[in-house]
């Protein structure tokens, strides 16, 4: 690995990732989509989410569970640089996703990470910024924030998804149904999640 200047913060990623309790990948990114990433918003290495975008194409967290977009890879194409507007909450950009088609999101507006749950179908704001979030997720709150979005057996099933891809379930998690695990689900694209969402009202990730 390259030698990072000491206020890069690709160091305090990679110390969280190492400490986490479960496993973190770094996809890798070439220097032109790093560079063309960084430079749509404005954001240098010395910034966490820069640093995502400088250095890597995303992480893949705990078996793919948790997807966070950096400048972009053949396996995680959501680059943060491409979800701005069109999100449809106004300024903010799409940050990551996860296996059963929730979105975080980071709004202008408040300076935090909201999360669009398939449990509730609406923007939740978590009163987090972008770097404890990112703090939390790589370490031990991942479990607490998904227990009521996991079942027996999951890990088996979400760790046959790509990366671009998530678990469509019938009935939605919004609905009332049978217990999660207990319901219908099959792969289906991110996109076609994303423009599921009833808050989105027809918006699409594209």
């Known amino acids: 690995m390259a030698v ?3 206020d890069d913060a690709m160091i305090q990623v990679r ?13 890798p990114s070439t220097w032109d989509r790093s560079q063309r990433a ?13 640093a995502l975008v400088h250095h890597t194409g995303g ?8 997807r966070i977009y950096g400048a972009g890879h053949p396996r ?13 909450f ?6 990551a996703d996860d296996a059963v088609g929730g979105f975080f999101a980071w709004f202008d507006a408040t300076h935090t990470v909201h999360y669009l749950s398939p449990d509730t179908a609406r923007w939740e704001n978590l009163e987090l910024g972008y770097d404890d979030w990112l703090g939390s997720v790589l370490g031990d709150g991942l479990a607490g924030f998904y227990a009521e979005l996991r079942w027996e057996g999951w890990a ?8 671009d891809q998530g678990l469509r379930i019938d009935p939605p998690p919004r609905q ?8 219908s689900m099959r792969p289906t694209s991110m996109v076609e999640l994303w423009s599921s969402h009833p808050v989105n009202a027809g918006a699409r990730a594209s």
């Open 90 to 95: 106004g300024e903010g950009l799409l940050i």
């Open 156 to 163: 088996e099933l979400t760790a046959g998804l790509a990366p």
């Open 59 to 66: 992480l893949l967290v705990d078996g793919g569970w948790l």
């Open 76 to 88: 995680l194409p959501r680059a943060v640089h491409l979800f701005g507007p069109q999100v449809g």
């Open 176 to 183: 009332a149904g049978p217990p999660l695990g207990e319901r």
């Open 15 to 27: 110390a969280w990732a190492q400490e986490a309790p479960h496993d973190v990948e770094f996809l």
């Open 38 to 50: 960084a430079a749509k918003l404005g954001l240098s290495f010395k910034s966490t989410l820069g």
């Open 4 to 6: 990072m200047s000491p």
